[in-house]
């Protein structure tokens, strides 16, 4: 946000361009949520289109925003809202008020509106706290206490709340106060009640609870359910693929699936397809880490070992082709026989990006970027792109997404990629050789050429890195990685703005901010 923040400095002026925004905004036909650049783009354009000074760029973003949510919040029973006031509003010396571990007690003294919008709110129904920041908001949204936040802030508080709400796609309002300073502070009072008070009678809406799709997905993959849903455990092949499903995993891609589902359709019944297709998916995601930890040599995944440690290359070999087998036989019972095609095709070219980089291995040569992202488009983009696709065909509607989502996938796999060459560096472990961007940036900087030849023939990347003469093109080619990283997460959001679907819309941004969280 600008340093040189400018707020319109009359009420009349801000209910003016408020109402403007209005009729911006609707012209837009937008839906929620939208990114920061998004945002900083629509202010732009409006502030050439008002002839409006720059800087009252940031307060045009919130009021941006407000616009955008508010039908959504107005939706949203005023139970599950949260009115969320600063300290600054009230006397400045004054104030009897106490903190606790949720803000400000307020003694109801009299002498500020606090209490007055707190009654407001607690007659509606509404939750409200005084408090700064929305780092507890977050928590609250989390924890399933509310769905929606009305905030209350100066500009400079939202310089760094504000990004909060906006990535974890949270449907928020946010009122700037009209000054700034942390003490004996003004706001829109007016605006703040119309705000407070907005109401669909004849609609309310219920956003998707993901905690409990996550909670359905752990009923799928407990024991008893497996064992609906996979092979008889009649042989030692069946029993030790049966508890590598049953070990440990985040589940990313069977809660894609279902949560995709639920997005597009509203219904929290999973079909029987959408129960195939998520174990289904998860069956080929183990498959691959099996396979992966014989090609690596690995001997340790989720802190406990691998099965090739355990059994050896062979009967790890044989587990993972039987999981490979599983994941096609038990979408072989769908209704729909296209996710069989999907999950092959995703299959195909995940092997084709892990075969370019056994390739590559076997013989290390200088690399490029091009060849890296190529490899990760393969290798990764495939399994981000099938778990959204089986969850969309399970609809049986909604084909105009699909391209949608294989370019979300796209930028989200590379920028996964990069997330995991950077963790490389960061994390207190040898980092092997083979193609990742780290190698490919360095290799493209022709001052670099002594430093590549001794990469190439060395087993151990990290090692050779961090010697004294080489740390500072390590730290700078990081740096690099990390814009590239920056860029991607952007170019994931940046396709999500065709999407017209809200809850779709919010599960993506969410996706993408805890995948790519650091």
């Known amino acids: 946000m600008d340093d040189k923040r400018l707020i319109p400095s009359t009420a009349g002026e801000r209910k003016a361009l408020r109402e403007q925004l209005d009729s911006y905004v609707a012209a837009q036909g937008l839906c929620p949520p939208l990114s920061l650049r998004q945002l900083e783009e629509l202010a732009d354009a409006f502030i050439i289109q008002q002839q409006l000074p720059v800087g009252m760029r940031d307060w045009l973003m919130v009021e941006i925003h407000n616009q955008v949510w508010k039908d959504v919040v107005a939706g949203i029973p005023f139970e599950r809202r949260l009115l969320l006031l600063p300290k600054c509003l009230s006397k400045y010396g004054g104030c009897k008020g106490e903190y606790d571990e949720f803000g400000l007690l307020c003694h109801r003294c009299g002498s500020c509106l606090i209490p007055s919008l707190q009654d407001e709110a607690d007659k509606s129904g509404m939750l409200s706290m005084v408090a700064e920041g929305f780092t507890q908001v977050i928590e609250l949204i989390e924890n399933q206490v509310i769905d929606a936040v009305i905030g209350v802030s100066c500009l400079d508080s939202l310089e760094k709340a504000f990004p909060l709400l906006v990535r974890h ?67 030692e092949t069946s029993k030790v693929s049966f508890n590598w499903m049953n070990g440990e995993g985040h589940r990313w891609r069977p ?5 995709v589902y639920q997005s597009l359709t509203g219904d929290s019944v999973m079909t029987e397809d959408v129960h195939r297709a998520a174990v289904a998916v998860e069956c080929f995601h183990k498959a691959s880490l099996i396979h992966d930890d014989i090609q690596d040599g690995d001997l340790v995944r989720y802190d406990k070992p691998t099965i090739n440690a355990m059994y050896g290359d062979a009967w790890a070999i044989n587990a993972g082709d039987f999981l490979l087998g599983e994941g096609y036989r038990i979408l072989a019972q769908s209704s ?87 963790d490389d560096f960061s994390e207190n472990h040898p980092v092997t050789l083979r193609p990742s961007a780290v190698l490919a940036l360095i290799c493209e900087d022709e001052q670099n050429s002594g430093l590549v030849d001794e990469l190439l023939h060395a087993s151990e990347m990290k090692a050779v890195l961090e010697k004294p003469e080489h740390k500072a093109v390590l730290k700078e080619t990081l740096r690099q990685v990390e814009e590239l990283l920056d860029f991607y997460h952007q170019q994931a959001l940046d396709v999500l703005k065709n999407v017209e679907v809200l809850e779709l819309k919010r599960l993506l941004f969410q996706v993408t901010e805890k995948i790519l969280e650091r």
Not at 255 to 259: D, E, N, R, S
Not at 349 to 357: D, F, P, R, S, T
């Open 169 to 235: 796609a949270v449907p928020g309002l946010a009122i700037a106060l009209n000054d700034g300073g942390c003490k004996d502070t003004h706001v829109d009072v007016t605006y703040v009640r119309e705000l407070m008070g907005m109401e669909k009678e004849d609609e309310q809406i219920t956003l998707i609870n993901h905690d409990q799709i996550r909670d359905r997905i752990s009923k799928w993959f407990s024991p008893v359910e497996l064992k609906y849903i996979l092979s008889p455990l009649t042989d």
């Open 255 to 259: 809660y894609l699936v279902a949560a």
């Open 336 to 422: 729909n026989p296209e996710l069989v095609r999907a999950i092959a095709s995703a299959h195909l070219a995940l092997c084709k990006g892990q075969g370019a980089e056994l390739t590559w291995c076997a013989n290390p040569t200088p690399v490029t970027l091009e060849y890296v992202k190529d490899i990760f488009i393969h290798k990764t983009v495939p399994a981000f792109e099938v778990s959204l696709l089986l969850g969309l065909m399970c609809t049986g509607n909604h084909v105009h997404l699909r391209p949608i989502l294989k370019q979300y996938s796209e930028a989200l796999g590379i920028a996964y990629q990069l997330k995991d060459d950077l």
